[in-house]
């Protein structure tokens, strides 16, 4: 007997997993994925049967722990943003060769838009590469039907299997109908054929050609796939090959009576025969995708000679950024101009007068005492170069700090100072938070420890994670310990709180540093303004 | 029916709390929704919006396409002005009138007042103050659903059903002021008609 309950994407797709009998779910937060987490974290099937939901380090570390889980034959998802996919991309990529045991599937929630990220990469090359199926759904419901559907999909092919995300069905509300009860979880069993666990080259060489056959099997599995339609049409002057929300976008566009035939993409690889069927029936094809051109680059070829494509590519459809509802109804008005009036809605001129609003560090942030001694300690100097990182202190680049000269990616702070410290860079500082310093900080704080390099690293603890909303640290109450245990020098490890009251305090700590040549470390310690309020609150309420 | 509506405020100011309450007062209406976000950033003090979608049909898109969106509803001035060209011929904006300046480059109030006025169905007052006036300054998201509740397409009694749901947890006193702080807001609105 089903329920109806009223979901974001990411709660269906988690709720999904509990309901196909989860065993474990891993992951580290990242926007639009945390959510994914949470909700496992908070529901009560999963606290009573005590399903795994301890946030991990990183995302190679939570890649390779449901590994594991996997392995011993129980069903485990793995959670991350798009970019968190480059983090776990040796144990992802490598899964595919010792294959799954009990189902694995690990969700990669990409950002279109980059509404919170650095990049707006595409996760499906990524299940490609790897060479395993990828699941995409379009809307709230596919994403919960998914959860059971990519586990049995996933022990059937004994492989792990990629479901894609993106933000907009992530952090999208709608009503699902789920299952009224949990299925139960597995039981613990091994591996029936263990030797492609031990990724020695005798068993790679085998395994690789065994995955490679596995291919027709695949592919057979997604022209057979419930979620991969073609939905006739009288009108064939185009057809329309739409995957994910994409879908959606065109249904919206056409008030649900498309007239043209549509293939509705989610799970890859990309079913040949289907696409095939679509081209015979069509003069052209438009391709929808939320993303990279990964469709249509595939459909295009190298000589894009065959069947004409309209896309991304021509500028049918914006290049970079997400669709939208406007991007979709234009690009098919665009081709079939006789449709415009139905498809093209009138709309209001923009009022002239609206700027941007962009984030900023809350009123009361420790972050901001940071910045404001470092800024205030480096004026002496000439030329100095400060390497930003991942997290709530990123806002340290706009005004009124403008602190950092670069952030790339988790970790690269510590590491970026290093490498411009060996080339002569003085002073050279990294600045980190506590959680992107244990997610990977750690490694390249033992390279310069092992070089005695003359830079400072300033970790900025706020003991959470805050950017995604303040999700539990790892390494909180544990990274002065960490910063020894690495070898850094006791007389280079210094600790202060990031109050305005000590502002003076900093600004000499933080030039007496600067003038050391060698490595030194300076943890400033405050908690995050707004856990601390979460947690007054809960305290005043008990 | 149909109503596709954009909220939007400032990170912080309780716009999604709004969504909340009428996403459940439509799932008790039996229509069908979609509401979308963007979490992550947007806390940190910059704006925020929601698409809200309600309809007896089923919705396709999450997002509002241009020119669908029959009503803003917005705790702040610049920010409701921010989403026009996605108001539907003939729509409502609804709008709190005070200010929430954490930019440098903020326009003049006067600017604001003065484009808000080009529009012809505004609903647009003090929210803060009405709020303050009945309850606490905290409850002025209330008095914005208040002002917007009519223009929903949701029963009154349905919404303020949503509001005593919602805010059950938080006691009988929360729930009677935010109750006090709605009532308010469609009483200034109750009288509004086409510029």
Known sequence: MKQKKLLLGDEALALGAIDAGLSGAYAYPGTPSTEILEFVQQNPVACERKIHSHWSSNEKTAMEEALGMSFCGKRAIVSMKHVGLNVAADPFVNSAMTGANGGLLVISADDPSMHSSQNEQDSRFYASFAIIPALEPSDQQEAYDMGAYGFALSEKLGLPVMVRMVTRLAHSRAVVEVEENAAAENQLSYPQKARQWVLMPGNSRVR??????????????????????????????IGILASGIAYNYVNEAFAGRCPFPVLKISQYPLPKKLVAQLADTCDAILVIEEGQPVIEECMRGLLDRGLKIYGKLDGHLPRTGELTPDSVAAAVAGLIPDMHHKLIRQSGAPADIVVPRPPALCQGCGHRDVYAALNEALESFESPKVFGDIGCYTLGWLAPYNAIDTCVDMGASITMAKG?????????????????????????????????????????????????????????????DICLGLGVSPDHLKTIDSLPKNHEEMKRMFEDEFNYRGLSVIVSRRECIQTARRHAKKAATK | MKTDIILAGVGGQGILSIATILGAAALTDNLYLKQAEVHGMSQRGGDVMSCLRLSSEPIASDLI???????????????????????????????????????????????????????????????????????????????????????????????????RTIFRAKGEKIVESNLAAFRAGVARAAGIEQR
Request: glycine share 8%; net charge negative; charged share 20%.
């Open chain 1, 420 to 480: 411009a410290a060996d080339a002569g860079q003085h002073p050279a500082v990294a600045i980190i938070g506590d959680s992107t310093f244990t997610h990977s900080g750690m490694t390249g704080l033992l390279d310069a420890v092992n070089e005695n390099t003359p830079m400072t690293l300033i970790i900025s603890d706020n003991l959470t994670t805050g950017m995604t909303g303040g999700q539990d640290s790892q390494g909180t109450g544990k990274l002065e």
């Open chain 2, 65 to 163: 396409p241009m020119g669908g969106a029959d009503i803003i509803v917005s705790l702040e001035p610049m920010e409701a002005l921010r989403y026009v060209q996605w108001l539907a011929p003939g729509g409502w904006i609804i709008t709190n009138t005070v200010p929430f300046v954490n930019i440098t480059n903020y326009p003049a109030e006067e600017q604001l007042t003065e484009t808000l006025a080009k529009y012809p169905n505004v609903v647009a007052f003090d929210m803060d103050e009405t709020a303050k006036e009945v309850a606490t300054v905290r409850s002025s998201n209330m008095v914005l659903l208040g002002a917007a509740a009519r223009f929903t397409g949701i029963p009154t009694d349905k919404i303020e059903d949503g509001i």
């Open chain 1, 208 to 237: 690789y050609r065994e995955l490679l056959a596995q291919k027709d099997d695949m592919e057979r599995l997604s022209e057979e796939s419930p979620f991969n339609r073609l939905i006739p049409g009288t009108d064939t002057r």
